[in-house]
């Protein structure tokens, strides 16, 4: 197909004391045309742009999922709760042995340890464990222990009725990522409901999956209404799934 010829000017100053229009200090010359900087070969407009404002942060990836990651998750989120001068650290723990360990390691007054809902396994059955209660109390570190807010009423309407309810599909939506994001995400708002974490602080969050701990987050809280306020800042790891 022929193509229309490109014409170029050719055009230059020229006779007796002819030359380019002189420039301003203001970098503009006398058309009032602004100089523009060339770009730099091979750099996108859009990293020239974001390069100054990016933050490089690693993220670890277990081979498998369980309490077998649980010393490394904690060595890593202690190490990240310093570099970021994070000010509250949120651990789940169900019979309260990963709580009572994190309580070993983390200052307690930036710890908060979160077990399961009295009757989350059955009725009037509290799985934290006396030992482990005492251990964590014994460090000054608060236990919070409320309503999970992906499993409360909802999760009535399910057993009841046998149709999901938004809250569980919210719960599963983060399952997508792993168990402990799910979880991870789930205390954040229960801790801001409690009034343990601000909502204009970041915090990180230790979980894991069935026991233990093997996922840890930084997160900048919500309360349970604003869910959609809350954001994940950081995976500072968790389990490679489909492995």
């Known amino acids: 197909m022929c193509r229309?010829?490109?014409?170029?000017?050719?055009?230059?100053?020229s006779g007796a004391g002819a030359?380019?229009?002189a420039r301003h200090a203001s970098g503009r010359d006398i058309t009032g045309i602004a100089r523009t900087p060339l770009p730099r070969p091979g750099v996108r407009a859009s990293a020239r742009r974001h390069c100054m404002?990016?933050?490089?942060?690693?993220?670890?990836?277990?081979?498998?999922?369980?309490?077998?990651?649980?010393?490394?998750?904690?060595?890593?989120?202690?190490?990240?709760?310093k570099e970021l001068d994070i000010r509250r650290v949120l651990v789940a723990t169900t019979s309260g042995a990963t709580g009572a360990r994190a309580a070993q390691l983390f200052p307690a007054d930036r710890l908060v340890v979160v077990s399961h809902s009295a009757g989350f396994l059955e009725p009037n059955?509290?799985?934290?464990?006396?030992?482990?209660?005492?251990?964590?109390?014994?460090?000054?570190?608060?236990?919070?222990?409320?309503?999970?807010?992906?499993?409360?009423?909802?999760?009535?309407?399910?057993?009841?009725?046998?149709?999901?309810?938004?809250?569980?599909i919210m719960a599963y939506t983060l399952r997508i990522f792993g168990q402990g994001v799910k979880v991870g995400v789930e205390m954040a708002l229960m801790a801001a409901d409690a009034g343990?974490?601000?909502?204009?602080?970041?915090?990180?969050?230790?979980?894991?999956?069935?026991?233990g701990a093997d996922t840890a987050l930084v997160i900048r809280p919500a309360h349970a209404q604003d869910l959609f306020d809350l954001q994940v800042l950081e995976i500072i790891c968790k389990p490679r799934l489909g492995v």
């Not at 005492?134 to 009841?160: D, M, N, Q, S």
């Not at 343990?196 to 026991?211: K, P, Y």
């Open 125 to 168: 059955v509290q799985e934290l464990l006396p030992e482990h209660r005492a251990a964590i109390e014994r460090a000054g570190v608060p236990i919070l222990t409320c309503t999970h807010a992906f499993g409360g009423v909802g999760r009535a309407v399910r057993r009841k009725l046998a149709t999901y309810q938004v809250d569980e």
């Open 19 to 21: 030359r380019w229009p």
């Open 196 to 211: 343990l974490v601000r909502c204009d602080q970041e915090i990180i969050t230790i979980a894991g999956t069935r026991s």
């Open 53 to 81: 404002g990016e933050r490089t942060a690693p993220t670890v990836y277990f081979a498998e999922p369980g309490p077998a990651n649980t010393e490394r998750t904690l060595a890593l989120a202690y190490e990240r709760m």
């Open 4 to 13: 229309p010829r490109r014409w170029r000017s050719t055009w230059r100053p």
